[in-house]
T-cell receptor
Framework: NAGVMQNPRHLVRRRGQEARLRCSPM?????VYWYRQLPEEGLKFMVY????????ESGMPKERFSAEFPKEGPSILRIQQVVRGDSAAYFC??????????????FGDGTRLSIL | EDQVTQSPEALRLQEGESSSLNCSYT??????LFWYRQDPGKGPEFLFT???AGEEKEKERLKATLTKKESFLHITAPKPEDSATYLC???????????????FGQGTILTVHP
């Protein structure tokens, strides 16, 4: 499967723990985007990254959330000291070119995060 | 701030009963309108990109059209396997020069009965 790969598919954490979500983009794609889908809400943009650079983090909460896309390896969305309100589905998407190019974003199947 | 509103929230059709889904948008400089299909427990699957008013795209039983204020997803003679949530999203100049952000609507849940 050459699609966007996210893992784990399901993640359970207790309040106060850390959650790490991983995303491997499609082969040949160098741009990664993270979205969050809260229950009964639509997909909300969080952050846009290229290799080793954060391009747009306007949708990221100011505290506890961080994202990276290192030169080697997958993109990581990290949530520190999780709270119940962080329970959601987190989706990663990738594209081959910059956001303004004629390239759609292709999505993975998400990580369902549950906070106990 | 970009806004996307989809209607209806839910649509139930009989197999073969054609219909349309609506996506109304307000953006500062449209740089693309995207339609996705999402099945339960899955990520959105890309269907179409539209860039300018008057543009149309077709794929099997689906046809997407675009005006300056809205887009329609027409479904002709739907089958039960077309049942899914259909999402509309826009990319605009509001995101500065990065143009990475997509703003999504709430989606339309389509159910096609045999």
């Amino acid at each position: 499967n050459a699609g966007v790969m996210q893992n784990p598919r399901h993640l359970v954490r207790r309040r106060g723990q850390e959650a790490r979500l991983r995303c491997s983009p499609m082969k040949g794609h160098s741009h990664v985007y993270w979205y969050r889908q809260l229950p009964e809400e639509g997909l909300k943009f969080m952050v846009y990254l290229q290799k080793e650079n954060i391009i747009d983090e306007s949708g990221m909460p100011k505290e506890r959330f961080s994202a990276e896309f290192p030169k080697e390896g997958p993109s990581i969305l990290r949530i520190q000291q999780v709270v119940r309100g962080d329970s959601a589905a987190y989706f990663c998407a990738s594209s081959p070119g910059q956001g303004g190019s004629n390239q759609p974003q292709h999505f993975g199947d998400g990580t369902r995060l549950s906070i106990l | 701030e970009d806004q996307v509103t989809q209607s209806p929230e839910a649509l139930r059709l009989q197999e073969g009963e054609s219909s349309s889904l609506n996506c109304s948008y307000t953006v500062s400089g449209l740089r693309g309108l995207f339609w996705y299909r999402q099945d339960p427990g899955k990520g959105p699957e890309f269907l179409f990109t539209l860039y300018s008013a008057g543009e149309e795209k077709e794929k099997e039983r689906l046809k997407a059209t675009l005006t300056k204020k809205e887009s329609f997803l027409h479904i002709t003679a739907p089958k039960p396997e077309d049942s899914a949530t259909y999402l509309c999203a826009v990319r605009s100049n509001a995101g500065g020069t990065s143009y990475g952000k997509l703003t999504f609507g709430q989606g339309t849940i389509l159910t096609v009965h045999p």
